[in-house]
Structure formats: structure tokens, C-alpha cells
């Protein structure tokens, strides 16, 4: 009689420390999962940058990955906003911070000879473009015919579209708003949370165990008996 009663306890010592375990695993996995930001910002003629001394023909833009949690961006576009212009051709473009040196761009559209002949949309891809890298560039604007010196903000402003691609597959994309007209440099930027995988797969894990061990203590009961 006493050898039962102490296998008992020990049994049931043991379950429920067990059964506390899953408890507190199924709490910690439960909890919201944690989000990570994509985002970037984009500095047009920014003073700190610029070399062409507020060139308002051949603006100069600056690309940087703000996101938080190593998402790298994979693709860049601008279009014209007035297709009776175009970007003629792309004058500068230059990694300008880089810690991983590991950032490597392609100029898909435009070229970069000065010959009248561009593109009504400009488009770069990228690899290795870390959160906090940032890269430069800066491309004339011309009408599709007549004289060639133009006001980008004139043309951008207000229906130009940037699209920024991210190794996530998200994309963010916003549209040029009508400009301060007083103004000579912009910032634009946009974020996005974004839930970092793995909270449900975990959560599906600790509620498998929690079913294990039942089963496990009805397997034990039904011996007993």
C-alpha cells in the first residue's frame, strides 16, 4: 500500500511539473508576434549631399534603407510624372554608405551618355542594399522635344511614382506631392510593421505539446488500472 501511494505522488509530481511546462511555453508563444519596419527615405537635392548646387535640371537623389530588422531592398523605380518629358541620362551614381561593402547597383533603364534619347521611367535593382546603406545618383531631365534645360519640379511634381522592392516581396510606393514652391531640397519616406515569421508555427508547437502530455497521462492512468 505505501509503495502505491508513493508512485502515485511521484506520477503525479511529475505530470504536473510537465503540465507546467507546456503552460508556460503555450503563454510565451501566444503572445502577439513581434513586428519588424521596412522603410526608406529619399532626399532630393538634400544640401548635404548635393554637388550640383541646387541644379534644378539635373536633381540629385539620395536612397537609403531605414528598415530595422536586415531587409535588404532589391529594386528602385521613379517615373517621369509628365511623359512629355523623360530622364534623359543618369550623370552620377555612386554608393555613398556602405559599412558591409557588400552594396552592388544596375542601371536597367537610361542611359548614360547625354544624347536627348531616355526613358520615362527610371529603374535600378540592387543587391546587398543593408538597412542603413545608401545610395546616390543623379539624372538630367529633358522635354521630349525643344530646349533642354527644365525644372524637375515642374515635371515630377505632383504625379510622379517611386516604388521601393524589398527582399520581403513588399513593396512601398508613394506619390510625388505637389511641392513647396519656395523650397530647394525634399525628403519623402514611408514604413511599413511588418510581423516576423515563426510566432504561429511556435504557438502550434507548444499546443502539440500540451496534447502529448495528455495523452501521455491517460496512456499511464489506463496501466495503473
Given at each position: 500500500?505505501?509503495?502505491d501511494r508513493s508512485f502515485a505522488f511521484l506520477k503525479g509530481l511529475k505530470s504536473g511539473a510537465l503540465w507546467g511546462i507546456a503552460v508556460a511555453l503555450s503563454a510565451t508563444f501566444a503572445t502577439p508576434a513581434a513586428a519588424s519596419t521596412l522603410g526608406f527615405k529619399l532626399s532630393i537635392n538634400d544640401p548635404v549631399f548635393n554637388s550640383t548646387s541646387g541644379n534644378f535640371n539635373v536633381p540629385d537623389f539620395q536612397l537609403e534603407n531605414t528598415s530595422d530588422s536586415g531587409q535588404q531592398i532589391t529594386n528602385f523605380s521613379?517615373?517621369?510624372?509628365?511623359t512629355?518629358?523623360?530622364f534623359d541620362f543618369v550623370r552620377i551614381q555612386t554608393v555613398f554608405n556602405d559599412p558591409g561593402a557588400d552594396l552592388n547597383y544596375t542601371l536597367e533603364t537610361v542611359g548614360l551618355t547625354n544624347?536627348?534619347?531616355g526613358d520615362d521611367e527610371l529603374r535600378?535593382?540592387?543587391?546587398?542594399?543593408?538597412a542603413g546603406d545608401i545610395f546616390r545618383f543623379e539624372v538630367d531631365v529633358d522635354p521630349d522635344s525643344g530646349a533642354p534645360s527644365q525644372d524637375f519640379r515642374d515635371i515630377l511634381f505632383p504625379t510622379a511614382e517611386l516604388r521601393v522592392t524589398y527582399d520581403t516581396g513588399h513593396i512601398l510606393s508613394q506619390?510625388?506631392?505637389?511641392p513647396n514652391p519656395n523650397a530647394t531640397n525634399y525628403q519623402l519616406g514611408q514604413t511599413l510593421a511588418v510581423p516576423l515569421p515563426g510566432?504561429?508555427?511556435?504557438?502550434?508547437g507548444a499546443g502539440g505539446l500540451s496534447l502529448v502530455l495528455s495523452r501521455s497521462s491517460r496512456r499511464k492512468t489506463a496501466r495503473m488500472r
Open positions: 500500500m505505501s509503495s521613379l517615373s517621369i510624372g509628365d512629355s518629358y523623360n544624347n536627348g534619347i535600378y535593382s540592387f543587391t546587398g542594399f543593408d506619390t510625388l506631392t505637389t510566432g504561429l508555427a511556435l504557438l502550434g
